[in-house]
Nanobody, 121 residues
């Protein structure tokens, strides 16, 4: 089991930027693909972005392509989500997740507690 702790959320105006971080501990970080998910008020949790264990492959949901960038630093056991050109519809609780495999596939096996991102119009 891997423990995940998100940070970096907050309140930002539309058009602004935030960078989320996810610190991992408890297992060899570079064994697992990682991902970001989010849950907006009244909606189900959705996939935002994923990255393979060594960062060679990334994937994004269509609504964030060109605005969000996922990355990881395996030496620091940390994953990031750089969010630019934020929109009010990006408002959600953002969750860090660790997949069971080195690639982004299946359901993640570990989840963080979440960090709130609020984008004002």
């Amino acid at each position: 089991q891997v423990q995940l702790v998100e940070s970096g959320g907050g309140l930002v105006q539309a058009g602004g930027s935030l960078r989320l971080s996810c610190a991992a501990s408890g297992r060899t970080f570079n064994n697992n693909a990682m991902g970001w998910f989010r849950r907006a008020p009244g909606k189900e949790r959705e996939f935002v972005a994923g990255i393979s264990n060594f960062g060679g492959t990334t994937d994004y949901t269509n609504s964030v392509k060109g605005r969000f960038t996922i990355s990881r630093d395996n030496a620091k056991n940390t994953m990031y989500l750089q969010m630019n050109s934020l929109k009010p519809e990006d408002t959600a609780v953002y969750y860090c997740a660790a997949y069971r495999l080195p690639v982004v596939a299946g359901i993640p096996g570990s989840w963080g507690q979440g960090t709130q991102v609020t984008v004002s119009s």
